[in-house]
């Protein structure tokens, strides 16, 4: 069975400084991965996801994302962030069947001036 | 607009009252799917649905209901809702086998 990891449960940055996000999984099968934003009293949406080829993934609001078979990691990054990129961030990992999306525990960014 | 939507957006209410939190969305997926979210767990999932009159257990099904009798709507069942159910509640939809999920915008239930 598949499970994720988020290293940190929160990451305090200030703006215009870059901020990574680390996740790790672990599954027996090939996944897809994603990482989904969350602002404040809001649902989840996307910000990028990891399909297949290019093992470096560009996503919305400037965030990328790499994807490390060996290491399985999909760490989220962003060189310089904003205020409004402040919100809890969240990896997950399918395993190439329908209804089995597995989230991590978040990692909340707080960004400040 | 494609969208998710979810109903009511809030709600207190007391333990053994039954409750119906509904979910709707009009972009003719299939599978649908209730996630509740807990600080320091993440998202969990519910139940799911692959299509109407199809539904199964998720991680945490205990205490809770679903029915999918049409394609668009997939409501979320507490038939004797108890304190620990005290969450935000989230429903999804999923368009393709790649597992992107569209999410509603929560339904945080306190259950006193």
């Known amino acids: 069975a598949q499970s994720v990891t988020q290293l940190d449960s929160q990451v305090p940055v200030f703006e215009e400084a870059p901020v990574e996000l680390r996740c790790n999984y672990s599954s027996s099968v090939s996944v897809y991965l994603f990482w989904y934003v969350q602002y404040p009293n809001q649902g989840l949406q996307l910000l990028l996801k990891?399909?297949?080829?290019?093992?470096l993934v560009k996503g919305i609001n400037g965030f990328e994302a790499e994807f490390n078979k060996s290491q399985t990691s999909f760490h989220l990054r962003k060189p310089s962030v904003h205020i409004s990129d402040t919100a809890e961030y969240f990896c997950a990992v399918s395993e190439l069947s329908w209804g089995k999306l597995q989230f991590g525990a978040g990692t909340q960014v707080v960004v400040t001036p | 607009e494609a969208q998710v939507t979810q109903n009511p957006r809030y709600l207190i209410t007391v333990t053994g009252k039954k409750l119906t939190v509904t979910c709707s969305q009009n972009?003719?997926?299939?599978?649908m799917s209730w996630y509740r979210q807990d600080p320091g767990l993440g998202l969990r999932q519910i139940y799911y649905?692959?299509?109407?009159?199809?539904?199964d257990k998720g991680d945490v099904p205990e205490g809770y209901k679903v029915s999918r009798k049409e394609k668009r709507n997939f409501p979320l069942i507490l038939e004797s809702p108890s304190p620990n159910q005290t969450s935000l509640y989230f429903c999804?939809?999923?368009?393709?086998?790649?597992?992107?999920?569209?999410f509603g915008e929560g339904s945080r239930l306190t259950v006193l």
């Open positions: 972009m003719n997926h299939e599978y």
């Open positions: 999804a939809s999923q368009g393709d086998y790649t597992g992107e999920l569209f």
């Open positions: 990891y399909l297949s080829g290019s093992t």
């Open positions: 649905s692959m299509n109407v009159e199809v539904t």
